[in-house]
């Protein structure tokens, strides 16, 4: 690891403050939030009105935070159905911001920002990136995309409110990331976790050794990532990588982060309301055990979504953070649960397939997998960019190499698995994040 | 006594192989020798081209994956039975062949063989031993005039 300010975790920030209020009066914070958020929402969004009159329910009977598993939920569809501005709760002259997701299938979906919600963005987002240490002075490389996505705005100010002197690099055009890492000697990049391998890959060929550079700490997200790629961006780049953690739908980044202590994402529960369900039955799963998470908005006043599921699996971390902060932490989303795939009557994650990849000297975690049926059997190809540490101009060294892979799939999978090597940069990429899964099953 | 091969990565699609060679002819680059190794999945496009080195730049910049090899080049020995005799000399080194492929050599009546072995330095020793011929990157320069 290089030298220069690693954050110390007991290194107070100001702007960090609101991470360590005492427990109990965060819960009332809490508490006092969700009741003026279902009260804005009954009152303005007809869509959450006529659900929570299908309960028989009405705002003022949201007297606990336990009482939030009453509420109904929101989900993707919602926004969809009343594309594009159904679930607004404030008048357009209040909105002082749309954004949109990326929309890779179908209508995309849009947000929306009051003056009030961009300032508490901000300021979750510069919490988030303080907690790690990003201060003035520190020269920050922001390789999210700017525009509809919310990865590049919203790093952007948060880093800036931090007084860290921003690069609006924004994604692609990786040997110009390059040369500004190079050149402008940025301390801290922002990146999907698939795009900075792809930047590690290519600095590698070009014969640039990012560990010789002064960058020393990246943010990573927008993406589901495991810690095996964790600890190859870490080992390539020789930084530290946190995650972290948001949505577009809820804010866009700055739902929560990692510390430095890298065990688990702090969620800033004075904004976000947290829990996590059984994807089948609905129901609130106690602490510790993994399930979907459901994030309500405390403070949104634009755009408040609530009980909305996010379709990420993780769990509520029990016990407190030796970093002392108070609020609570979610384990990294590795998966979601819309991901699974059932192959062969198998459940599948894409993760699982990347873990192989990751674990292959040679091979980056950029693959698809397409799902066909053939004679009502399904099949499975998992295509893998080719590298040149893999590209060999021996044909048998390549099938070998295939061969391994799929076995190594199928030892993991537990079903068969075609590995098929295809030409770099053809796996489609959507703002940075990359397109897993193609099933072109008739069922 | 080495020549440098360019091996680019082709997948099973229309167009994968003409694309880089369209790509060279574009940017005047002349290929003196092209052969595929195919699999079910995907194939390697192996070349010999006149400037490896732009080539190798050009194509990297359109995005394709390659790789310059070094090969030896072998010509073949005039008269009816040139090829075998040259073969049973290679086959007498004992070498482990990866891959071959022949061209024409110039305008002349006459043949190269472009080969691959599992250990080219060995290689070079043991045909120079048994007098095979072996073509260099200069002899071919010279005679296509480039």
Redesign the interface.
Known sequence: MKTGTQATPHSFRPECALDYMPVQELRQVQLNRLRAVVQRAWDRVPLFRSRMNERGLLPEQIRSLSDAAKLPFTVKADLRDTYPFGLFAAPMREVVRLHASSGTTGKPIVVAYTQEDLEIWTSVMARALAACGVQEGDIVQNAFNYGLFTGGLGYHYGAERLGATVIPASGGNTERQIMIMRDFGPTVVFSTPTYFLHIVDRAEQLGVDLRELPVRIGFFGAEPWTDAMRSRIEQAAGIKAYDLYGLSEIIGPGVSVECPYQDGSHIFEDHFLAEIIDPETGQVLPEGEEGELVLTTLSKQAMPLIRYRTRDISALMPGTCACGRTIRRMRRVERRSDDMLIIRGVNVYPSQVEAVLLEFDGTQPHYQIILTREQDLDQMEVQVEVTQKIFSDKVAAMEVLQKKLSDAMRQVLQTRVQVTLVAPSTIQRSEGKAKRVIDRRKI | MKIT?L?V???NKPG?IIAPCRRLADAGIRIRAISL???K??G?L?MIVSDWKSATRLLEES???V?P?EVLAIEVPEGPHGLSELLLAVEKTALNI??MYAFPYGHADKGILVF?FDDLDAAVERLQQAGVNLVSREALQEIYGD
């Open positions: 091969q091996s990565f082709a997948e994968y190794a195919e699999t999945a995907f390697v192996r995005g394709f994956m790789r090899t990866e891959y691959q």
